[in-house]
């Protein structure tokens, strides 16, 4: 790996950083995954089953909206939370995945015409 | 009318190189075949011509890369038109759209500005991007219940 390769991948992680901050409590990666598997969820669905107050699930919720992984939608009075990612506009998803490539092509020819 | 977000794929860097041998990274098979891990290229590129290639790339080596250049301007354009992102072997591409793929050089201090933009991906019929999505959404669950099993054991 270059230099350049590893500026450019300390750099994409620097930025991931919040993500795995949020993911790095057991209670929070739980909600993550429970909303995967079970979609769209109320607070009291989250609760349910759960040892956890109902005020500490919702402050953990924030924390994972902060990060840009969960958002909450009012619906009557509750919340529903969902996954942030399966709101993400597939087409943009598509093209970033093409972009990406583009990147690493790129810094392939930088490498081959800066030798 | 301007083109939405969804239609293009804009990318520019600057290379501490002369325009010349950047050129050539672009416009000869061989060179371009080097960083874009394709095998099998030759000569410069003329107008109009076909290229095909072997993806050289660990994983995708079954696929064939297959090109039609449409400009090529010494040393300050060259264009192409592909299929986007075409990563399945069974599927024939042939009867979709393409979009275009165009490499523009200028001089700046210093090197070589190279701007490259793919364009008309408002194109390409929406199935090919919600089969990208569902594969994506796929991944991101299968890595979710990785990690739970992990910190569940």
Redesign the interface.
């Known amino acids: 790996m270059s230099r350049r390769d590893r500026a450019a991948a300390a750099a994409s992680l620097q930025g991931a950083a919040p993500v795995f901050a949020a993911?790095g409590d057991?209670t929070r990666?739980?909600l993550?995954?429970r909303l995967?598997?079970g979609g769209p969820a109320s607070i009291s669905r989250l609760t349910a089953g759960s040892e956890v107050t109902r005020q500490a699930i919702t402050k953990h919720l924030e924390v994972l909206a902060e990060a840009g992984l969960v958002r909450g939608v009012r619906r009557g009075r509750e919340r529903i939370w969902e996954l942030e990612?399966?709101k993400l506009?597939?087409?943009?998803?598509?093209?970033d995945?093409?972009?990406a490539?583009?990147?690493e092509?790129?810094e392939?020819?930088?490498?081959?015409?800066?030798e | 009318m301007a083109p939405s977000?969804?239609d293009r794929?804009e990318?520019q860097?600057v290379?501490?190189?002369p325009r010349a041998?950047?050129w050539r990274?672009?416009a000869s098979g061989e060179?371009l075949g080097?960083?874009?891990?394709v095998k099998g290229l030759k000569g410069w590129f003329e107008p109009g011509q076909r290229v095909r290639g072997q993806i050289a790339n660990e994983g995708y080596e079954h696929l064939t890369l297959e090109l039609t250049v449409e400009k090529v301007e010494q040393e300050r354009l060259l264009s192409w038109r592909w299929h986007?992102?075409a990563v399945e072997p069974a599927v024939d591409y042939s009867q979709e759209p393409t979009t275009l793929v165009e490499f523009r050089l200028d001089e700046v201090e210093g090197g070589t500005r190279?701007t490259?933009v793919?364009s008309g991906?408002d194109q390409i019929p929406a199935h090919?991007?919600?089969k990208?999505?569902r594969m994506?959404?796929e991944g991101?669950?299968e890595q979710?219940?990785r990690?739970?099993r992990h910190?569940a054991t």
């Open positions: 993911l057991g990666l739980g993550v995954a995967c598997a990612a399966a506009d597939e087409a943009r998803r598509w093209l995945a093409i972009s490539g583009w990147d092509a790129l392939r020819l930088r490498k081959l015409v800066e | 977000s969804t794929i990318k860097i290379l501490r190189a041998r950047v990274a672009i060179e080097a960083w874009f891990g986007p992102h190279l490259l793919e991906f090919r991007r919600d990208a999505f994506n959404g991101w669950a979710l219940r990690v739970e910190v």
